[in-house]
C-alpha cells in the first residue's frame, strides 16, 4: 500500500514500519504474557491465599485463618527437621559441585587430547532424570545387612572392605547438639551423604561447563602478560584466574542452590526422606500434607515458604544482573 | 526491503495463528479429555438409535498390575455380561500403593470431575470424602440388595460412618499374618508355634545366638512396613476390645501404660530385625523369608501372592500363623464408593450391584489373592491358604487395620506411618508416643 503512494517520504515510511513491527512484537507478546499472569503469578497468588486459609480437609473451605499454619509448621519437629537437612543438603551439595566442576573444568581446559570425549562424559549425567539417578543410586547405597549389596560389595571385591559403611541405611548423626529452642537436633544426618554423591554426580558437569565458558572467556593476552611478569601457576590461578571466574561463580552458585533447594524427584525414588525423616526435604513433606493427608493449606504454607526461600536467593541476583548489563551498555 | 518485510510479516501472521490454535486446541482439551476413547465395538454402533448417548461407566483405581489387574478385568467381565453395551472407562493410576492414585483423585475431585466409583480402603479412611461429601451413603442399597445379609455383622458395623454405609467391599485381607520359612525353623530347632509375644522373643533369640540368617525381616521403604508390624503388637498386647478403642479418636487407651509397653515390645521386636529396613521395602522382607535369608517376617496376605508369583508353595516352602499374640483377624478391604454427581449414577449402581455380588467377588479375589468380604464364597475357587483365611473371617473375632485404612482416616495414617518410620531409625519410645497422642485428633478428620 504504502508502495503506491510514492509521494510519501522514506522516513515516515520507515516509522511507521517500525511501529508495525512494535504492535506485531506486543501482539505476539500477548498471550504469553496473559498465559503467565495467569497460570504462574495468578495461581501463585492464589496459593499464597490458600496457606492462609482453612482448607485443611478433603473438604474446600477458603475462610480466612491467618498465618496460623505458618506458626503451626516452625513449631513442628518435622518441619524444623525438613529445613535443617536442606540447609545441610544444599551446602555439601554446593560446595562439592563447586569444587568438582571447577577442577574439572580445570582439567579439560588443559588443552588435553580428546577434551570434547571429557567434556561430554562429565556433561552426560545431566542428561539424566533425577529420578533414574535416585532410584540408581539407591541400588548402588543399599548397604545389604548379612551379605553387603552395591558399593559395599564393589568395595569388598576390591578389597577396600574398610570403606564398608551403612549409607541410604545408616541412623547415625553428628554432631547432634542440643539447642534450647528448637524441638530438632543440629547435626549432619549420616544418610544423607549418599544422597549428596548422587546429586553431585548429576550437576557437577553442570558446574564444569559454567566454569569452562568462564574459563574460555579470559583473554589470553592476561595470562600472557602474568606469565611474562614471572607468575608461577598456582598464584595465576590464585589471583588471575579464580577472581575472573567470579561473576560465573556466583550464576553457578544461584542456579545450583535453587536446584537442591526444589529437589523432590531425588530423595523421593532414593531415601524416600529416610531413615525417619533424616533426609526429608520440604518438598517431600509439602506432597505428603497434600496429598496424602488431604491438608491443602498446611502444604501450601510449606509452598510458600519455599518460594520465599528461593526468591530470596534469585532475586537480587537478577537485580545485580540487571545492573551489570546496564553498566556495559 | 519490501520483500523483507513482507516474509516477515507473513511469518508473524503464522505464528501467531498458531498460537492462536494451540490456545483454541488447550481449551478444548478439558472437556475433550473425559470420554474421547475410540475402541468401542464397531458393530453395535448401527444397532442403537443415533440420538440416545452411549452408556459408560468410569471406575478409579491403583490395580494396574499382575493378579489385581486381572482381578479386576474378570469383574468387569462380570459387569459386561450383566450390562451389555456399557462402555467401561478403566482409569487407574500406578504406582506407590495407592499413594499416585490419591494424589490424581484429589485433583479430579477439587476440579469438580468425579469418576463414578473409586476404590477406597473400607472403613474410617472413608470419612475425609463423607465429610467433603464427595460420596453417596449406600445403607439402604445395601438392604436392597441384600448384602447385610451376606456379609459379617462385625465387618458391617466397623464399616459403619456416621450410621450410614458408604462403601462396598469387594475383598477382605487379613494383615495380621506372620510368615516363616519352615525349612530354617527346623534347621535351627524351632517348632513354629508362637501363640504369644514371649514365645516368639524366644525363638527370635535362639536364631540371633545361632547367627546364621536375619531372626525377623522388616521393610520400611514402602513407609507402612513398622506401623504395620506395630499393629499386630498393639493388637497383641491391647486384646480385641481395647485394640478397637485406640481408633475411636480420642487418646484414652494412648494414655494407657500399654501403649509405652507396646512400643517397647516393637523395639525389642526391632533389636532382632535387618538393620538396614529403611532401604528395604515388604517385598524384599518377604523375599528374604523365602530365600532362607531371614527366618520370618510379619506381613498382610498380600505376601502370599508375592509367594506364588515367586513359585513357591504355601505350607511346604512357606508357612504361616497369625501374628503371635492374638489369634483375631485383622481385617482391611478394598471397596467402592458412589460419587456425589457422578456422571452416569445408574451404571455406578450396576458396578456396585456386581461389586457385592457372589459371582464378582469369586471373579476377583482368586486372581487378586485375597478372600472374599461375603460368607458364602464357591470354596472350590481358592487355594489352601485362602481357604482357610476364609474359614478364620467366618469365625475369628474381626478387628480393624489401622495401617490400611480400616480404623484410620488419611491424614491420621499418614501421621501414623510417620511416627513409626521415626521409631524403627531412632528407637525413641518417648517422642513416639508423644506423636502418636498428637496426631489422634487428626483421625476425626
New interface residues.
Given amino acids: 500500500m504504502a508502495i503506491a503512494r510514492p509521494a510519501l517520504a522514506t522516513s515516515a515510511l520507515r516509522r511507521r514500519a517500525v511501529q508495525r513491527d512494535r504492535l506485531i512484537a506486543v501482539l505476539m507478546l500477548v498471550p504469553s504474557i496473559l498465559a503467565i499472569a495467569v497460570f504462574v503469578y495468578g495461581f501463585i497468588a492464589y496459593t499464597a491465599y490458600v496457606s492462609m486459609s482453612n482448607y485443611t480437609t478433603a473438604r474446600i473451605d477458603l475462610s480466612f485463618v491467618g498465618l496460623d499454619h505458618y506458626v503451626r509448621l516452625f513449631g513442628e519437629r518435622r518441619f524444623q527437621e525438613n529445613i535443617r537437612n536442606l540447609i545441610v543438603f544444599t551446602l555439601f551439595f554446593l560446595a562439592v559441585c563447586l569444587v568438582f566442576g571447577l577442577a574439572l573444568a580445570l582439567m579439560v581446559d588443559a588443552h588435553v587430547k580428546g577434551e570434547s570425549v571429557f567434556r561430554a562424559i562429565y556433561l552426560f549425567p545431566m542428561a539424566i532424570s533425577f529420578i533414574v539417578t535416585g532410584v540408581a543410586w539407591r541400588w548402588l547405597f543399599t548397604p545389604g545387612d548379612l551379605e553387603p549389596t552395591g558399593i559395599n560389595l564393589l568395595f569388598e571385591m576390591v578389597g577396600l572392605g574398610f570403606l564398608k559403611a551403612r549409607w541410604i541405611a545408616d541412623t547415625s548423626v553428628w554432631p547432634n547438639l542440643e539447642v534450647p529452642w528448637l524441638k530438632v537436633r543440629l547435626m549432619v544426618p549420616m544418610a544423607i551423604i549418599p544422597v549428596v554423591v548422587a546429586a553431585v554426580w548429576q550437576m557437577s558437569g553442570f558446574a564444569m561447563a559454567m566454569f569452562l565458558a568462564g574459563l574460555r572467556g579470559i583473554p589470553e593476552e592476561i595470562k600472557e602478560a602474568a606469565r611474562v611478569d614471572g607468575c608461577s601457576e598456582w598464584q595465576m590461578l590464585r589471583h588471575i584466574i579464580l577472581p575472573m571466574l567470579r561473576p560465573v561463580t556466583l550464576s553457578a552458585i544461584v542456579v545450583l542452590t535453587h536446584v537442591s533447594l526444589k529437589t523432590f524427584d531425588l530423595i523421593m525414588t532414593m531415601t524416600g526422606g529416610g531413615p525417619g525423616n533424616k533426609t526429608e526435604l520440604p518438598s517431600l513433606y509439602m506432597y505428603e500434607l497434600r496429598f496424602s493427608q488431604f491438608n491443602t493449606a498446611q502444604a501450601a504454607a510449606v509452598a510458600m515458604i519455599l518460594l520465599i526461600l528461593v526468591s530470596l536467593l534469585t532475586v537480587p541476583y537478577l537485580v545485580y544482573n540487571r545492573r551489570a548489563q546496564s553498566v556495559e551498555q | 526491503m519490501?520483500q523483507e518485510?513482507k516474509l516477515?510479516?507473513r511469518q508473524?501472521l503464522k505464528?501467531?495463528g498458531a498460537?492462536?490454535a494451540s490456545?483454541a486446541l488447550a481449551a478444548c482439551a478439558v472437556p475433550a479429555a473425559q470420554p474421547a476413547q475410540p475402541q468401542q465395538p464397531a458393530q453395535q454402533q448401527p444397532q442403537q438409535p443415533a440420538q440416545q448417548p452411549k452408556r459408560r461407566l468410569e471406575i478409579f483405581s491403583w490395580w494396574t498390575n499382575g493378579g489385581e489387574a486381572d482381578g479386576l478385568n474378570a469383574m468387569y467381565e462380570v459387569f459386561l455380561q450383566k450390562n451389555p453395551g456399557v462402555e467401561i472407562i478403566n482409569a487407574t493410576v500406578a504406582g506407590g500403593a495407592g499413594?499416585n492414585a490419591?494424589?490424581v483423585l484429589?485433583t479430579r475431585?477439587?476440579g469438580g470431575q468425579p469418576p463414578d466409583s473409586w476404590q477406597v480402603h473400607a472403613g474410617r479412611e472413608t470419612l475425609?470424602?463423607v465429610?467433603?461429601?464427595?460420596v453417596e451413603p449406600l445403607t439402604e442399597f445395601f438392604t436392597e440388595k441384600g448384602f447385610d445379609k451376606v456379609m459379617p455383622q462385625f465387618l458391617l458395623n466397623q464399616l459403619k460412618i456416621n450410621g450410614e454405609i458408604w462403601t462396598v467391599p469387594v475383598n477382605i485381607h487379613r494383615s495380621n499374618v506372620l510368615w516363616y520359612n519352615p525349612k530354617v525353623l527346623e534347621e535351627a530347632g524351632i517348632e513354629p508355634k508362637f501363640p504369644t509375644l514371649d514365645s516368639l522373643f524366644a525363638a527370635l533369640d535362639k536364631l540371633k545366638a545361632q547367627g546364621k540368617?536375619?531372626p525377623i525381616a522388616v521393610g520400611?521403604?514402602d513407609?507402612f512396613e513398622a506401623s504395620h508390624t506395630f499393629e499386630s503388637i498393639l493388637l497383641a498386647v491391647f486384646g480385641v476390645e481395647d485394640y478397637i478403642k485406640l481408633w475411636d479418636g480420642t487418646d484414652t487407651m494412648w494414655n494407657d501404660p500399654r501403649a509405652a509397653e507396646a512400643l517397647g515390645q516393637l523395639k525389642r521386636l526391632f533389636s532382632y530385625a535387618?538393620?538396614?529396613?529403611?532401604?528395604?521395602g515388604w517385598a524384599d522382607a518377604m523375599t528374604m523369608v523365602l530365600e532362607g535369608?531371614a527366618a520370618m517376617t510379619i506381613m498382610g496376605d498380600w505376601a502370599h501372592g508375592l509367594g506364588i508369583s515367586k513359585g513357591a508353595k504355601v505350607n511346604q516352602d512357606y508357612g504361616w500363623m497369625p501374628a503371635p499374640g492374638s489369634d483375631a483377624f485383622m481385617w482391611l478391604s478394598d471397596s467402592f464408593c458412589l460419587a456425589k454427581g457422578a456422571p452416569n449414577p445408574n451404571e455406578a449402581r450396576a458396578w456396585l450391584e456386581v461389586c457385592g455380588s457372589r459371582e464378582g467377588q469369586d471373579a476377583f479375589n482368586p486372581k487378586k489373592g485375597s478372600i472374599p468380604a461375603r460368607t458364602d464364597p464357591d470354596l472350590s475357587k481358592y487355594d489352601d491358604y485362602l481357604k482357610a483365611a476364609i474359614a478364620d473371617f467366618a469365625s475369628k473375632p474381626l478387628v480393624p487395620s489401622a495401617a490400611h485404612g480400616a480404623s484410620t482416616t488419611?491424614?491420621y495414617?499418614?501421621?501414623f506411618h510417620?511416627t513409626l518410620?521415626?521409631?524403627?531409625?531412632?528407637l525413641d519410645e518417648k517422642?513416639a508416643l508423644e506423636s502418636l497422642k498428637e496426631a489422634v485428633a487428626?483421625n476425626n478428620?
Avoid at chain 2, 131 to 134: F, R, T, W, Y
Avoid at chain 2, 274 to 280: G, P
Avoid at chain 2, 421 to 426: A, I, K, L, P, Y
Fill in positions: 519490501k518485510r516477515t510479516r508473524a505464528l501467531f498460537g492462536a490456545a499413594t490419591k494424589a484429589q475431585l477439587a475425609s470424602y465429610n467433603a461429601g464427595q540368617v536375619i520400611g521403604k513407609k535387618n538393620s538396614d529396613r529403611s532401604a528395604q535369608k488419611n491424614a495414617q499418614a501421621k510417620n518410620e521415626v521409631f524403627s531409625s531412632d517422642s487428626d478428620r
